[in-house]
């Protein structure tokens, strides 16, 4: 059996050419530039990437040691999918159960709009002066514990490459949408992600789904002037739909002010039409614009090409629950991916807390070496 070291190296899941990998060795500006392992690198640098490197910092400081190296790296901005949640979003919850580093979260509303909490995380990170490298992409892992490589991209397809001892992976599951697999989907008028509601304002909408997202756009979308159809699988709005919404939503069906068709299915998007799979028969409809708000996944593969064993159904990765490490030693996992496919049980509420866990084991092992050693 192949050990968790081998499997790191070994994976085709994310793989990088010989030649892409020695001319980023090779690349010297980068490789002197990190030269000195990390002692903690965070993958992701959403709430809970942050959390995470807030608390390993803790940690070093706790056990004297002042060397003790942590940044975070991500392919897009920080918290880069609260970033691309719709413009005027209101959270579900309060501000302080969205509190990381012990920094209280002011907000005159009960409960906090995007902007606020980019604007929250952005001080957070400024006031804990983190390491935060963004717009680089992980393409792949190699070495083990107590000795990662990690090979980047930047926007410009440039190569670096960072050392580390540790890594968190807190890389989250917004920014991997669940298609359909029907034809036209792959138009441009056929969105995963719902952003504001005046490009459509007088436009024939298709919304497809049956969760708050979908509740929340259709709403939005008949409120500035779309005409606006839901297509939901299922026999009728979801049960989890917040309770200040599934009334207003139903209320608009039931008034025909937003069409509905329940136990129904897209089956090919063109350009100006929809076809749909109804209880009646195929159904074409006019269209100009389609939301797809059908859900999100985590990057299975990426946790595979780091050798994290994925059990089940719901592909859960294979994790201490007392400690939040993986299969592979040295490799934690942290926020929405610790639950796999089952995306709905760790929000920012509950994910916050497993840099503190993470934090906890790597203070009670064997003391990091001092950062230039």
């Not at 390993?56 to 991500?74: N, P, S």
């Not at 390491?131 to 190569?159: A, K």
């Not at 304002?201 to 497809?208: E, P, Y």
Request: include cysteine; charged fraction near 25%; charge should be negative.
């Amino acid at each position: 059996m192949a050990t968790a070291e081998q499997k790191i190296v070994s994976s085709e899941k994310n793989p990088i050419s010989d030649s892409a990998e020695n001319h980023t060795a090779g690349n010297a500006s980068a490789a002197q530039a990190d030269a000195t392992p990390l002692d903690v690198l965070v993958i992701g640098a959403g709430p809970t990437g942050l959390a995470c490197a807030i608390e390993a910092q803790r940690a070093g400081l706790e056990a004297q040691r002042a060397g003790l190296r942590v940044a975070l790296v991500d392919k897009g901005c920080l918290c880069n999918s609260l970033f691309h949640y719709p413009a005027h979003m209101t959270f579900f919850t309060t501000s302080e159960l969205l509190e990381i580093g012990g920094i209280p979260f002011p907000s005159p509303n009960a409960k906090p709009t995007r902007d606020e909490a980019l604007e929250y995380y952005r001080k957070v990170a400024a006031h804990y002066r983190l390491d935060l490298r963004q717009y680089l992409r992980v393409e792949r892992v190699t070495g083990s514990d107590g000795d990662f490589r990690i090979y980047l991209r930047d926007r410009f397809e440039r190569p670096s490459l960072l050392r580390a001892r540790k890594l968190i992976v807190a890389t989250g599951y917004y920014d991997l949408p669940n298609t359909m697999g029907i034809p036209g989907e792959e138009l441009p008028k056929v969105h995963h992600y719902y952003d504001d509601p005046h490009p459509c304002s007088g436009q024939d909408v298709l919304v497809i789904g049956g969760k708050n997202s979908a509740a929340i756009a259709a709403l939005e979308l008949w409120r500035h002037g779309a005409r606006v159809t839901l297509v939901h699988r299922g026999p009728e709005m979801h049960r989890h739909v917040k309770y200040w919404i599934k009334p207003d939503i139903e209320n608009r069906i039931k008034n025909g002010e937003i069409a509905a068709h329940f136990h129904s299915r897209v089956t090919h998007i063109g350009l100006d039409e929809v076809r749909l799979e109804t209880p009646s028969g195929e159904l074409r409809l006019k269209n100009d614009f389609v939301f797809a708000l059908t859900g999100y996944h985590p990057d299975f593969e990426f946790l595979a090409s780091l050798g994290v064993e994925q059990k089940g159904a719901d592909r859960l990765p294979v994790c201490n629950p007392e400690t939040l490490e993986s299969n592979v030693p040295g490799i934690y996992l942290a926020g929405v991916i610790v639950a796999g496919a089952r995306t709905n049980e760790i929000f920012i509420e509950n994910g916050r807390f497993h840099g503190g866990v993470i934090a906890q084991h790597l203070a009670q092992q064997t003391p990091l070496a001092r950062s230039g050693d």
